[in-house]
Nanobody, 115 residues
Framework: QVRLVESGGGLVQAGGSLRLSCTAS????????MGWYRQAPGKQRELVAT???????RYADSLKGRFTISRNNAKNTVFLQMNSLKPEDTAVYHC?????????WGQGTQITVSS
């Protein structure tokens, strides 16, 4: 099993920045990618960004240039730097880890961007 613990959510004004962190623990040696997804009220969960163990990144097209994903492999932690936040970025952000056959999810952290 893999456990993911997120931190860094909160309330921010439009145009502001936030940084999310997610630390993995447990049986982590098989994890090959980590990332972030988000779910806004009434919408499906969607990709934000992912990063592989080798540092290959993938972003939702609409978020490129504002969000940056990075990771510290030694600390089993992935980060999401979010800049120029917009009210439409309001959602619950979930950390994800994948070890091939299995996706693991964190509890989620609320991001609210006020206009």
């Amino acid at each position: 099993q893999v456990r993911l613990v997120e931190s860094g959510g909160g309330l921010v004004q439009a145009g502001g920045s936030l940084r999310l962190s997610c630390t993995a623990s447990g049986i982590i040696f098989r994890i090959n990618a980590m990332g972030w997804y988000r779910q806004a009220p009434g919408k499906q969960r969607e990709l934000v960004a992912t990063i592989t163990n080798d540092g290959v990144t993938r972003y939702a097209d609409s978020l490129k240039g504002r969000f940056t994903i990075s990771r510290n492999n030694a600390k089993n932690t992935v980060f999401l730097q979010m800049n120029s936040l917009k009210p439409e970025d309001t959602a619950v952000y979930h950390c994800n880890a994948n070890d091939g056959p299995t996706d693991y999810w964190g509890q989620g952290t609320q991001i609210t961007v006020s206009s």
